[in-house]
C-alpha cells in the first residue's frame, strides 16, 4: 500500500516490531522546529556523552494530539535503544516500546514535510487502509544509519503506526 505526500511518495509496508528498551528525555511545548532543536541541544549531546551513539536506533514520539492540546503542553520523547543493563540517570528516564504488528512508512524530508506525512499517513492512509489504530504509541524510527543534513534540516525515519484489522 502506499500513500501520495508532500514530500515523497511513500510504501507502507506491515510487520511485526520487537518491544525495544529505551532511554528518553522529554521536552514539553510545541511540536516541529522546537523538538528538533531539543534533539540536537539536549538529546543527541546526551546519547553521545552516556556512549550510546553512533550505532543505536532513536525514536520519537509525540504524545499530544496539537489540535487538541495547547501547543505549549504538548509532550515528546526522544529515545535511543539502551542495552539491558543501562541505567538512566536524570535527565533520562526509561521506558518499554512495545512490540507487534506497525504499518511502516518511509520518510525523508524536512520537519513541515514530516508533519504533513503524518497527517496524510493518519488521515488518508488508515481509513482506506482495513486498519485501525491500536492503543499502543505511533513513532518515529531512526535507525542508525538515517541521515539528517543540518544545513537543510533534511530527516530520514520510519513512520510506525500500530494496527489491528477493522
Not at 62 to 86: E, N, W
Not at 135 to 163: K, S
Request: proline share 10%.
Amino acid at each position: 500500500m502506499s500513500i501520495m505526500t508532500a514530500s515523497s511518495f511513500m510504501q507502507v509496508t506491515f510487520t511485526t516490531l520487537p518491544a525495544v528498551r529505551v532511554a528518553y528525555m522529554r521536552h514539553v511545548g510545541p511540536y516541529g522546529v522546537s523538538v528538533n532543536q531539543f534533539w540536537t541541544g539536549s538529546f543527541l549531546p546526551w546519547c553521545f556523552a552516556q556512549g550510546l551513539l553512533p550505532g543505536a536506533s532513536c525514536f520519537g514520539r509525540g504524545l499530544d494530539d496539537p489540535h487538541i492540546t495547547a501547543s505549549k503542553h504538548c509532550r515528546y520523547d526522544a529515545m535511543v535503544q539502551v542495552p539491558d543493563d543501562f541505567v538512566a540517570r536524570s535527565p533520562a528516564s526509561m521506558a518499554t516500546l512495545p512490540g507487534g504488528r506497525y504499518a511502516v512508512a518511509p520518510f525523508e524530508g524536512t520537519v513541515p514535510q514530516l508533519t504533513v506525512a503524518w497527517a496524510e499517513l493518519l488521515r488518508d492512509w488508515l481509513p482506506a487502509s482495513g486498519m485501525k489504530l491500536d492503543g499502543r504509541p505511533l513513532f518515529e524510527h531512526m535507525p542508525p544509519d538515517a541521515r539528517y543534513d543540518a544545513a537543510t534540516g533534511v530527516m530520514q525515519c520510519e513512520l510506525c503506526i500500530p494496527v489491528l484489522p477493522l
